[in-house]
């Protein structure tokens, strides 16, 4: 057998890993987990439950296990398994689970379950694919982030020196500044609690108006477009990925007619 051409057992596991019914089982029993850990949040139901409770968690937490281990032998090789940063995700949440199941890590353990309703990330495409954009947009964050930063301060000061004496529980200082403006920028109740009171300042509207403008149209646009920008790219490039899936998988099919073809050959000429 080639060494490019992986085991007959490996192509079946990759086969049954890579189906919809298997990662939708998934999906669903994830789900399940999140349902009971939000059940265990009820002392009354889990304290007259608690064998059931626990019997239930062993069960979904050996069936995780058994899931990652076939995705583990069903990968070409083990530097292409953890070459992946969901499937380091996925082995560190399960295996975690398995490190910490002693007693006097009780409360660390039931958070771990919790944790576990994070693997539906890795399992459902679309969130992974927006993780994933999410992700990708941190380098970018750093110019938007400083850029807001230094709009923060300059209105923080202006803030500060105009109403201090007007207003001090909102601009006493230039951190209750800076927190005023966030208030401000996330449009929370800005108008009625922080510009109102100070409408009988004149330009008072000017100060706010235009910190609105800049700080909310402005930057936070600045952010949607750079994740809107990079979840297509993402799109791009997984559509590019299972697009060379589909031509690997023709070619190893036409390899595997040919050989076929060669052999039948073969045996035609012996005989």
Request: proline share 3%.
């Amino acid at each position: 057998m080639s060494a490019e051409t992986p085991p007959t057992w490996k192509r079946h596991l990759q086969t049954i890993v890579d189906h919809r019914a298997f990662q939708t089982t998934i999906i669903t029993l994830i789900l399940i987990n999140a349902v009971i850990v939000g059940l265990e949040t009820y002392p009354d139901l889990y304290g007259e439950y608690k064998p059931w409770f626990f019997f239930s968690d062993q069960l979904l937490l050996w069936i995780f296990t058994l899931e990652i281990a076939m995705r583990f032998f069903a990968a070409k090789s083990v530097r292409s398994f953890f070459q992946n940063g969901w499937n380091w995700f996925d082995f560190l949440i399960v295996g975690s689970s398995h490190l910490l199941a002693g007693a006097h890590f009780v409360t660390v353990l039931r958070i771990l379950r919790v944790l576990r309703v994070l693997r539906a990330i890795s399992v459902i495409p679309s969130l992974r694919r927006l993780v994933d954009a999410l992700l990708m947009t941190i380098p970018a964050m750093g110019n938007i982030m400083l850029l807001m930063f230094i709009i923060f301060y300059i209105f923080a000061v202006m803030g500060t020196m105009l109403y201090q004496q007007i207003a001090p529980e909102y601009f006493g200082s230039l951190g209750l500044s800076m927190l005023t403006l966030f208030q401000v920028v996330t449009l929370e109740s800005w108008a009625e609690e922080v510009m109102r009171p100070l409408l009988h300042v004149p330009w008072s509207w000017l100060y706010f108006v235009s910190f609105i403008l800049v700080g909310t149209f402005i930057v936070f646009n600045l952010f949607i477009g750079v994740i809107v920008n990079n979840v297509e790219k993402t799109q791009e490039d997984e559509d590019e990925e299972d697009e060379t899936k589909k031509e690997v998988q023709a070619l190893r099919h036409e390899i595997q007619s040919l050989k076929t073809l060669i052999e039948q050959q073969n045996n035609n000429h012996k005989e």
